[in-house]
């Protein structure tokens, strides 16, 4: 009977598992295109929006799912409470009290989910090499490249309109990628929301490039050590 239920378990949890990552792959479209629709607004009642509550509900069952499953639920609460966090979809729960934020807290809480999207997509990545230590090298690179993505996105809409330097969406993504590397572009955001989007970027570049460094360190000693003769060890 055990093992009956178990198997149940694993089952629905290869389930939301397989959904989860459907669904962040097609919220990072919709974000896409939603970002390049003519009519798109920051906060406003668009695509995203509207999807937005089923894709975090899916988000929170996964997460209460894994909880539930889980022999240790204390340790994965605190191991796991970010993915939580971040799967709540804040501007709809204060939208229905009539709470609508401005500037960077309403962009910010607009598109919050997102990064559970991108966790889900680290989280993948990380098994796609049978070698964890490349996995996880891998899982840190996605966070990275997808942080510099929904950066752009967002600096392009923040700075089109009031920003001459920023002619197109290529700018705002040449912009991000220099911002992420903490060279800094030779132009600068005007607006409350690209300056905000630019402290944010930078401090991403920072705890991430180090990490890689690190990781990349370790990849190479590594294969080094295998490629080195027995003898040579010995010795």
Same mark, same amino acid.
């Given at each position: 009977?055990?093992?009956?239920?178990?198997?149940?378990? $694993?089952?629905?949890?290869?389930?939301?598992?397989?959904?989860? =990552?459907?669904? &962040?792959? %097609?919220? #990072?479209?919709?974000? /896409? !295109?939603?970002?390049?629709?003519?009519?798109?607004?920051?906060?406003?009642?668009?695509?995203?929006?509207?999807?937005?509550?089923?894709?975090?509900?899916?988000?929170?069952?996964?997460?209460?799912?894994?909880?539930?499953?889980?022999?240790?639920?204390?340790?994965?609460?605190?191991?796991?409470?970010?993915?939580?966090?971040?799967?709540?979809?804040?501007?709809?729960?204060?939208?229905?009290?009539?709470?609508?934020?401005?500037?960077?807290?309403?962009?910010?809480?607009?598109?919050?989910?997102?990064?559970?999207?991108?966790?889900?997509?680290?989280?993948? $990545?990380?098994?796609?090499?049978?070698?964890?230590?490349?996995? =996880?090298?891998? &899982?840190? %690179?996605? #966070?990275?490249?997808? /942080? !510099?993505?929904?950066?752009?996105?967002?600096?392009?809409?923040?700075?089109?309109?009031?920003?001459?330097?920023?002619?197109?969406?290529?700018?705002?993504?040449?912009?991000?990628?220099?911002?992420?590397?903490?060279?800094?572009?030779?132009?600068?955001?005007?607006?409350?929301?690209?300056?905000?989007?630019?402290?944010?970027?930078?401090?991403?570049?920072?705890?991430?490039?180090?990490?890689?460094?690190?990781?990349?360190?370790?990849?190479?000693?590594?294969?080094?050590?295998?490629?080195?003769?027995?003898?040579?060890?010995?010795?």
């Amino acid at each position: 009977m055990q093992g009956k239920d178990n198997s149940w378990k $694993t089952l629905i949890g290869r389930v939301l598992e397989i959904l989860v =990552l459907t669904v &962040s792959l %097609a919220l #990072i479209v919709i974000i /896409s !295109i939603d970002a390049f629709a003519p009519e798109t607004r920051l906060s406003g009642h668009d695509f995203y929006r509207l999807v937005q509550l089923p894709f975090c509900l899916l988000f929170m069952a996964d997460f209460f799912f894994e909880l539930y499953r889980s022999t240790d639920r204390s340790r994965f609460f605190r191991h796991n409470f970010l993915i939580l966090f971040v799967s709540i979809p804040y501007s709809i729960i204060l939208g229905t009290f009539g709470i609508a934020p401005d500037g960077f807290g309403g962009i910010f809480l607009h598109y919050l989910p997102t990064l559970r999207a991108v966790l889900a997509m680290a989280y993948v $990545t990380s098994f796609i090499s049978r070698d964890r230590l490349i996995g =996880l090298f891998a &899982s840190y %690179a996605m #966070i990275l490249l997808l /942080s !510099i993505y929904f950066a752009s996105l967002i600096f392009f809409l923040a700075e089109r309109h009031v920003n001459p330097a920023v002619t197109d969406y290529w700018t705002a993504l040449y912009w991000s990628i220099l911002q992420a590397t903490t060279l800094g572009a030779s132009f600068y955001a005007v607006t409350t929301v690209g300056k905000a989007v630019a402290m944010v970027i930078s401090v991403m570049g920072m705890l991430m490039f180090p990490l890689f460094t690190v990781y990349l360190t370790r990849i190479v000693k590594k294969y080094a050590a295998h490629d080195t003769p027995q003898s040579d060890k010995k010795s």
